[in-house]
């Protein structure tokens, strides 16, 4: 074993350690970041930024905004007339 076994978040083997767990976060995180990136959207593009923002609150945050964007504009499409009989 080199010096570097215990160095980090990982543990000795690439064991997750409380540290690495943070990091991560859980599915809670994920849920909370996709609601808040839903319907607060771009607003939350700025949280995404912060160093202690789990990974997958982040993963949430941009999967959130994605779908309501594309809710947004497929709803936008109902309104739109393409017809050209003018």
């Known amino acids: 074993?080199?010096?570097?076994?215990?160095?980090?978040?990982?543990?000795?083997?690439?064991?997750?350690?409380?540290?690495?767990?943070?990091?991560?976060?859980?599915?809670?995180?994920?849920?909370?970041?996709?609601?808040?990136?839903?319907?607060?959207?771009?607003?939350?593009?700025?949280?995404?930024?912060l160093p202690t923002t789990p990974h997958k609150q982040k993963l949430g945050l941009l999967t959130g905004m994605c779908v309501g964007h594309a809710l947004r504009m497929k709803s936008n499409d109902a309104f739109v007339d393409d017809s050209f009989d003018g």
């Open 1 to 49: 074993p080199g010096a570097a076994a215990g160095i980090g978040p990982w543990g000795a083997g690439g064991a997750p350690t409380p540290l690495r767990n943070s990091l991560v976060g859980n599915d809670r995180d994920f849920i909370w970041g996709f609601l808040l990136g839903f319907f607060l959207g771009f607003v939350m593009l700025f949280y995404v930024a």
